[in-house]
């Protein structure tokens, strides 16, 4: 959690400077108010007590009170929604509880805007660990939903949605074609694996060589490359071809390198570019097991898990 706090810390930042100032500067400053989430009874074992507070979570919370939006300590706040994030992420793919919270937060326009701004903190920040789209597709769809806003506060919510609502887990993914060097192509559809690797990428990114560098040095996934079970695609999603080019000779022999001619990927938004590098991991299908991530490990675990 620790992590979480030091990945949002900007957030934080920007949200305390940016309060309302009193109108009495030299009024004493008033203590931030806390939330302090329910229990689960010590009785319990510890998978009945994250059952629980799957459900019973927020129930110490008061949606009623917009005061405590312009009052609260929103870095105490959005460590116990990271907390509640990290405990419901064990079912990745059941946005239940999220749609729950997101109906108890709408009883307001400030309880609404608030509980948004949490879920964009931690699960929507494509530099947060939980990034969840299922999780956050519940939220656009309350916003959505919400008598509160205008057509035009509705066109950001409306384009979030239809993004996150692209290769969403357990679905099919988007199909599209790739070109390789020689001018060859072929599409995502055509490959023939038990399981595929696509790597969104970009030549000189850090962290995308950082990616690599991981997957080339998993022993279970060259094993499996090996062997032709797993294949992965790089796909470059830009235009400057040149630059491409030139990175070639980084991409390992066995790997799928090509580019996405004239940019369909991006231009039609079948799947989100907003932070690259990324991973998707697909079965034999191309339904989606891992999505949007920069965690090998997650996808190393996944595979097992699945024997």
């Not at 279970?220 to 032709?228: A, Q």
């Not at 390992?252 to 991006?266: E, T």
């Amino acid at each position: 959690m620790y992590r979480i706090l030091l990945i949002l810390a900007a957030l934080l930042c920007a949200v305390s400077c940016g309060g309302r100032r009193s109108q009495q500067q030299n009024a004493p400053a008033s203590q931030p108010r806390v939330f302090l989430p329910a229990i689960a009874p010590v009785a319990m074992s510890p998978e009945e007590q994250r059952e629980y507070l799957r459900l019973h979570y927020w129930d110490r919370f008061d949606f009623a009170d917009s005061l405590f939006v312009r009052e609260a300590d929103t870095a105490q706040m959005i460590e116990a929604y990271a907390r509640w994030i990290a405990l419901i992420s064990d079912r990745p793919a059941d946005p239940a509880p999220m749609d729950s919270l997101m109906r108890r937060a709408s009883v307001s326009r400030p309880m609404l805007d608030y509980f948004t701004m949490l879920a964009e903190a931690v699960v929507h920040d494509p530099n947060s660990p939980l990034r969840n789209d299922e999780f956050y597709i519940p939220v656009m769809q309350a916003v959505l939903a919400s008598p509160y806003y205008d057509e035009y506060e509705r066109i950001g919510p409306a384009y979030d949605l239809n993004m996150a609502s692209q290769n969403r887990l357990g679905r099919q993914a988007n199909d599209f074609r790739y070109t390789l060097a020689s001018g060859a192509t072929g599409t995502l559809y055509g490959v023939k694996a038990e399981y595929v690797l696509l790597f969104i990428n970009n030549p000189g990114c850090p962290m995308c060589k950082q990616l690599r560098e991981q997957i080339v040095g998993s022993p279970m996934l060259t094993e499996m490359i090996e062997r032709g079970r797993l294949k992965v695609i790089a796909l470059y999603p830009d235009e400057d071809l040149t630059e491409w080019r030139n990175y070639r000779e980084h991409i390992p022999a066995k790997w799928i390198n090509g580019y996405d001619d004239g940019c369909v990927v991006r231009e039609q938004g079948i799947y989100d570019l907003t932070a690259i590098p990324s991973l998707y991991l697909l079965d034999r299908d191309k339904r989606v097991l891992v999505k949007d991530s920069t965690d090998v490990p997650y996808i190393e675990e996944v595979i097992d898990r699945r024997g």
